[in-house]
């Protein structure tokens, strides 16, 4: 019997949580609570094998709460505005952050990862990962630990597309000059530009040129 702390701060959003339960060969004993105050009296009064966490604008978890049971594996669930905050908890210590509007098969996948002591983070988080979150001197470190475990279940092959784009940062030249030299928005070199950093797990150019010469 694995015991589950269901915290959100919306009621019928509980209920909802322990659908993702039904399909896994399990048996579960689930503590529902919709405050702080809550999560804490379960994390202190019960032996807890995982906690769910719905994080908003002005929920209490932070990456102290985190660290204090680092022992937990903790899956954060964010609405998409807030997904560097959850990513911020997962560079802290939680086993994964999935959006509430990842499907249902993705969600119930991101809790058989964590539950089989493996880190997950979301296709959707993935996409929003944002470019000066990656790069910040602050983070990198962090960043290293994140990648590391991301390139265990996405492949690292570059896109014809990305190879083309990868050339030409190691060659030197700006995102804006790639963008205008290929006829594309300057967002889209960026987004490029960050993927290629993930897949070939670097932080920056010089990283990269030194990678891709291998």
């Given at each position: 019997?694995?015991?589950?702390?269901?915290?959100?701060?919306?009621?019928?959003i509980l209920t909802g949580?322990?659908?993702?339960?039904?399909?896994?060969?399990?048996?579960?004993?689930?503590?529902?609570?919709?405050?702080?105050?809550?999560?804490?009296?379960?994390?202190?009064?019960?032996?807890?094998?995982?906690?769910?966490?719905?994080?908003?604008?002005?929920?209490?978890?932070?990456?102290?709460m985190i660290q204090r049971?680092?022992?937990?594996?903790?899956?954060?669930?964010?609405?998409?505005?807030?997904?560097?905050?959850?990513?911020?908890?997962?560079?802290?210590?939680?086993?994964?952050?999935?959006?509430?509007?990842?499907?249902?098969?993705?969600?119930?996948?991101?809790?058989?990862?964590?539950?089989?002591?493996?880190?997950?983070?979301?296709?959707?988080?993935?996409?929003?990962?944002?470019?000066e979150f990656l790069f910040?001197?602050?983070?990198?470190?962090?960043?290293?630990?994140?990648?590391?475990?991301?390139?265990?279940?996405?492949?690292?092959?570059?896109?014809?597309?990305?190879?083309?784009?990868?050339?030409?940062?190691?060659?030197?030249?700006?995102?804006?000059?790639?963008?205008?030299?290929?006829?594309?928005?300057?967002?889209?070199?960026?987004?490029?530009?960050?993927?290629?950093?993930?897949?070939?797990?670097?932080?920056?150019?010089?990283?990269?040129?030194?990678?891709?010469?291998?």
């Amino acid at each position: 019997m694995l015991h589950v702390i269901l915290y959100d701060s919306h009621p019928i959003i509980l209920t909802g949580l322990k659908e993702f339960f039904k399909n896994i060969e399990n048996e579960f004993t689930f503590f529902e609570t919709n405050t702080i105050s809550g999560l804490s009296k379960h994390l202190l009064h019960h032996k807890i094998d995982l906690v769910v966490a719905g994080i908003n604008e002005k929920t209490g978890i932070d990456t102290r709460m985190i660290q204090r049971h680092s022992a937990i594996p903790w899956v954060i669930m964010y609405n998409d505005n807030l997904y560097k905050k959850a990513l911020s908890l997962v560079l802290s210590g939680a086993g994964a952050c999935i959006s509430k509007g990842s499907s249902d098969l993705e969600t119930e996948t991101c809790l058989r990862e964590v539950l089989e002591s493996r880190r997950y983070i979301c296709r959707s988080t993935l996409e929003k990962f944002g470019y000066e979150f990656l790069f910040d001197p602050g983070n990198q470190a962090q960043i290293r630990n994140f990648l590391k475990y991301n390139l265990q279940r996405k492949p690292n092959k570059l896109s014809p597309r990305e190879q083309e784009v990868a050339n030409l940062l190691i060659s030197g030249m700006k995102t804006s000059e790639i963008a205008t030299a290929l006829s594309v928005r300057h967002s889209t070199i960026s987004t490029i530009k960050r993927t290629v950093m993930l897949k070939k797990n670097v932080i920056n150019i010089v990283e990269l040129a030194s990678v891709l010469s291998n």
